[in-house]
Nanobody, 114 residues
Framework: QVQLVESGGGLVQPGGSLRLSCAAS????????MAWFRQAPGKQRELVAG???????NYADSVKGRFTISRDNTKNTVYLQMSSLKPEDTAVYYC????????WGQGTQVTVSS
């Protein structure tokens, strides 16, 4: 079973930037599409960005143009560069395959507030 560890969250002011990282424990990571999800208090978990094994990307409309997903298969890591952050981006962010194949990690908290 692949273990996922998210990091890089924190408190940031509106308009600020953060870069999240998700490290996978197994090199099999490179064989799967990956995605970033987020879950705000009282809301369902939602997919915000995905990246295929070849590097094709897709984004939720709410983050398009502000977030960029990337991956480094040599490091078994997927990244989420977030810019122009808004208060509504506040959530716990998780990574997994688009269908949630692996156990969920602990996530990383992102709080956007002045």
């Amino acid at each position: 079973q692949v273990q996922l560890v998210e990091s890089g969250g924190g408190l940031v002011q509106p308009g600020g930037s953060l870069r999240l990282s998700c490290a996978a424990s197994e090199s099999i990571f490179s064989l799967y599409a990956m995605a970033w999800f987020r879950q705000a208090p009282g809301k369902q978990r939602e997919l915000v960005a995905g990246i295929s094994t070849s590097g094709s990307t897709n984004y939720a409309d709410s983050v398009k143009g502000r977030f960029t997903i990337s991956r480094d298969n040599t490091k078994n890591t997927v990244y989420l560069q977030m810019s122009s952050l808004k208060p509504e981006d506040t959530a716990v962010y998780y990574c997994n395959t688009p269908l949630g194949r692996w156990d969920w990690g602990q996530g990383t908290q992102v709080t956007v507030s002045s």
